[in-house]
């Protein structure tokens, strides 16, 4: 089973809401990972854990708070986004974080920010 | 420079011929990873195929191979008897020694003509 899972699949939020991104493995893969995709570029790295621990942060703005929970979930926490946000965020994970570990993507969670 | 190089924007392809995508590759590295991701319309990343840098031999997958030559740093994905739902941007991508990152090209839009 190489499923990640994604929620919500679509959300709509004003510039003043406070949302959340989830995502959720049951493969025991320890690294998990946040992207940002805007359409018809490569996904672009926000976000890296590795053990429950924040290994990399790609100069992301604090308006994206991320949180990791336990090994097997990882969220991204969503405060005072611009419609520049927009996008589909992907979540992805690796068995741990060596050049032969394969990422596994969920869904995606399209967003709009309005 | 680029890391990941994909020449190819767009691809037409006649439904059950072959396809050959192009990606090369730019490392100092030893010990790296290459990755091809397809990814349809929907969103969903879904990872096709993996070769590391000491497999002597070529990854195959079903109807994908990798074309992987080393001198050349190319590592290109054949797919073999094209189908409609073959059509969907294909990304190849690499992840380097312990490298936290997987780093990928600007993809490659391939579509199935009936």
């Known amino acids: 089973d190489t499923e990640v899972t994604q929620t919500p699949k679509h959300l709509v939020m004003g510039m003043t809401n406070k949302k959340s991104l989830k995502c959720e493995q049951h493969?025991?893969?320890?690294?998990m990972y946040w992207y940002k995709q805007k359409a018809k570029k490569p996904p672009e790295l926000m976000f890296v854990?590795?053990?429950?621990?924040?290994?990399i942060n790609e100069s992301v703005p604090s308006r994206f708070s991320p949180e990791c929970p336990n090994s097997s979930l990882l969220n991204l926490h969503l405060h005072a986004l611009q419609p520049e946000d927009s996008a589909l965020y992907l979540c992805?994970?690796?068995?741990?974080?060596?050049?032969?570990?394969?990422?596994?993507f969920g869904p995606g969670t399209r967003l709009t920010v309005l | 420079a680029q890391k990941i190089t994909q020449t190819q924007p767009g691809m037409f392809v006649q439904e059950k011929e072959a396809v050959t995508l192009d990606c090369t590759y730019d490392?100092?590295?030893?010990?790296?990873?290459l990755f091809w991701y397809k990814q349809p319309s929907s969103g969903e990343m879904i990872f096709l195929i993996y070769?590391?840098?000491?497999?002597?031999q070529n990854a195959t997958e079903g109807r994908y191979s990798l074309n992987f030559q080393k001198a050349r740093k190319s590592a290109n994905l054949v797919i073999s008897a094209s189908q409609l739902g073959d059509s969907a941007m294909y990304f190849c991508?690499?992840?380097?020694?312990?490298?936290?990152?997987?780093?990928f090209g600007k993809g490659t839009r391939l579509h199935i003509l009936p």
């Open positions: 992805a994970s690796s068995q741990e974080t060596s050049s032969t570990d394969t990422q596994y």
């Open positions: 493969m025991g893969h320890r690294a």
């Open positions: 854990y590795s053990y429950e621990k924040l290994s």
């Open positions: 490392t100092s590295d030893q010990s790296y990873g």
């Open positions: 070769q590391g840098s000491y497999d002597e």
């Open positions: 991508a690499m992840r380097e020694g312990q490298d936290d990152k997987i780093i």
